[in-house]
């Protein structure tokens, strides 16, 4: 599968993580999904498969996504912390970046658009609109958007 049609979901929350990697199998299974419990387990895993965080010195094993699904509040690092890792780094700089919240404080939008975020959207959480801003989400960043190539 190219890797226009993958994506990452990055969310603390289990349950959030089942209800989204249903809604892929059942209504987008066009898309290539992996996910992380945390911003830190991504970071990790850029380390660990790309070698130095994408520094290109080593082979790349890991897939670079058409899209990043970030959700905001996160312990440990938190979706702005993991956010401003990633965009400080070319190979990842100009994946789109999407913060998913349910928190809509003014400051926290702010943030994140300033730390580089793509867009910042309202976290649903009722299966039907889940699978209606996943698909919109989809269809926008990962077929419609022309990003650079890297």
């Known amino acids: 599968m ?6 990452y979901v990055v969310d603390d929350e289990a349950d959030y993580r089942f209800l989204v990697n249903q809604v892929f199998k059942r209504s987008l299974p066009q898309y ?4 992380f419990a945390s911003g830190y387990e991504l970071y ?8 130095s965080f994408g520094s290109g ?7 670079h996504p058409g899209l990043i699904l970030l959700d905001l509040h996160m312990p440990d690092f938190s979706g702005l912390q993991t956010l401003t890792y990633l965009k400080q780094h070319l190979q990842w700089r ?9 928190s809509l404080s003014t ?10 975020a793509n867009s910042f959207l ?17 269809r926008y960043w990962l077929e419609f958007n022309r990003s650079p190539k890297m």
């Open 32 to 35: 290539a999904v992996r996910f």
């Open 44 to 51: 990790e895993c850029i380390l660990t498969e790309s070698g």
């Open 57 to 63: 010195r080593k082979e790349n094993s890991l897939v």
């Open 2 to 7: 190219p890797a226009e049609s993958m994506l």
């Open 122 to 138: 309202n976290k649903p959480t009722e299966l039907n609109q889940l699978t209606e801003t996943m698909q919109s989400v989809c």
């Open 94 to 102: 100009r994946i789109p970046t999407v913060i998913m919240s349910s």
């Open 107 to 116: 400051e926290e939008k702010g943030a994140c658009y300033d730390a580089g």
